[in-house]
């Protein structure tokens, strides 16, 4: 898809970093017009963005947080397998997901991530994590009601700033209360196993991610090129999912990336990662790139499954949610201004 200049190796520091816009949480809830207008922007253009949460009373504490929850991973992933494995619960979405089961980023390459799923909002959380003690969950049950909280906001901003009716408003399907398939997945990359993680769209409507290594990388919409996500310690990365773009028509823009195993200045011997993927509830309905209306569920599910079929046979139109052809130019609404 993408054509680099000779010589270039994919994962090292010669490898531009993307610019996004960093947006102040604390404005958005505020609805100052000026910070929705670049929100509305990052996501018209990236899909992705920074978002920094030091001017907000009510979130701030997401960034302590978030360290607490990654010091909570990185001492359960240093568990011996079979400890791990009394988390499994033979699905492929929830509890602990060993080495092997997802797709990796070369043709053939199934030795990549380890997950832990927590599925669920606050409510079923931890119903799949047997060896945590109460007070992790504590902690968990907050990170989820926080990281809600925030795509809640964003929702609504981005419905207010676009204007959008109340029957189409984009925070619409998000009731908390009923099923859905949002989840919190923390992702293990050891340098020994490799790092890598297939180039993809995410599912849901919105992702709010934190890490602090190298490794994730955005197919720029200007270049069709490979750029790396510098990891920042205090502000989330945030992503446009595939129900946002097509719940708002398409103008909202998903954007196609996937994790590398950094080398050179950008090298190190770990990668984890903290995916808040935010999903609409299970019976919402929409319709997908072409025009067909299915339900949030169905969505998931046949994603889900691209992500554990052989190369060969992935469809890549559920695998990168329309987004391919957006990249190649053979879809209308191509926004790549700055
Ligand atoms: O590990 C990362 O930085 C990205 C993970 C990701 O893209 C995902 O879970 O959908
Ligand atoms: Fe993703």
């Known amino acids: 898809m993408s054509t680099l200049p000779e010589g270039l190796d994919l994962s090292d520091e010669r490898v531009p970093k993307a610019s996004f816009s960093t947006i102040d949480f604390a404005l958005l809830e505020a609805r100052d017009a000026a ?6 922007r990052a996501c018209q253009t990236h899909g992705f963005f920074y978002l920094n949460f030091d ?13 607490r929850v990654q010091n909570f991973m990185k001492e359960y992933f240093a568990q011996a397998t079979e400890v791990k494995m009394k988390d499994h619960l ?23 991530v380890e997950h832990l799923m927590v599925g669920g909002l606050a409510e079923t959380l931890c119903a799949a994590i047997l060896t945590i003690l109460s007070v992790i969950s504590q902690l968990f049950k907050s990170y989820l009601d926080r990281c809600n909280y ?8 981005l419905s207010d700033v676009l204007e959008v009716p109340a029957s189409k408003r984009f925070d619409r399907g998000h009731d908390t209360s009923k099923p859905c398939d949002t989840t919190l997945a923390m992702l293990s990359y050891p340098l020994d196993i490799g790092e890598t993680l297939q180039e993809h769209t995410d599912i849901g409507s919105m992702t709010v991610l934190f890490s602090h290594e190298f490794g994730l990388q955005v197919l720029a919409p200007e270049t069709h090129q490979w750029e790396f996500v510098e990891p920042r310690d205090r502000h989330a990365v945030i992503n446009v999912g595939d129900a946002l773009r097509f719940m708002s028509d398409k103008q909202l ?20 990662s903290l995916a808040f993927l935010r999903r609409p509830e299970q019976e919402f309905k929409y ?3 072409e025009g067909k209306e299915l339900t949030a569920k169905e969505w998931h599910d046949s994603k889900y499954k691209i992500y554990y079929t052989p190369h060969e046979e992935q469809d890549s139109r559920v695998l990168l949610g329309g987004m391919e052809r957006v990249l190649s130019g053979t879809a209308h609404n191509v926004a790549v201004t700055a």
């Open 35 to 40: 910070e929705l207008k670049h929100l509305l």
């Open 287 to 289: 319709k997908d790139t």
């Open 150 to 157: 925030v795509v809640s906001v964003m929702l609504g901003a």
């Open 253 to 272: 823009y998903s954007c196609v990336h996937r994790v590398i195993r950094a080398t050179g200045a950008y090298a190190s011997p770990h990668r984890y």
């Open 55 to 67: 001017n907000s009373e009510s979130t701030k504490a997401i960034v302590n947080e978030k360290t």
């Open 90 to 112: 033979g699905i492929k979405t929830k509890g602990y997901i060993p080495y092997g089961t997802f797709t990796g980023l070369k043709k053939g390459d199934w030795r990549t």
